[in-house]
């Protein structure tokens, strides 16, 4: 049950803190969600990864329907060499969800390492 309601509040704070800081702010959402729900690393990490990962590829794949693929078939074509939208959404999603999950797994560890020292 922690999984599912991590991976909610992470992509929750990624939207949220999202409205006013800039893209890496998914980390500080990560950061905060490994460091305060207590799990073990591994699954903070997966957690937050899967939380920002269906986040971030619904956001790009809802700008992308919005102007009919057009500028992801372009920039797919610069950035993966194909002219396939999906796996710029895809590599886009990926991203963020990797930023999220190492954040969340670094929170996680100093969050273990506060309770130790205490």
Known sequence: MKFIVSA???????????LFLPWWSIAIA?????????QQKFLSML??????????GGLALYISFANNHILAQK?????????????????????GGITAGLTAFT??????V???NN
């Open 8 to 18: 909610f509040i992470t992509a929750s704070l990624a939207f949220g803190l999202g």
């Open 30 to 38: 990560g950061f905060l969600t490994g460091f305060s729900i207590p």
């Open 47 to 56: 957690s937050a990864f899967i939380g920002v990962f269906l986040f971030w």
């Open 75 to 95: 920039i797919a074509m610069l950035v993966v060499k194909s002219n396939n939208p999906y796996a710029l959404i895809a590599l886009t999603a990926s991203i």
């Open 107 to 112: 929170g996680r560890s100093l969050a273990i």
């Open 114 to 116: 506060f309770k130790k």
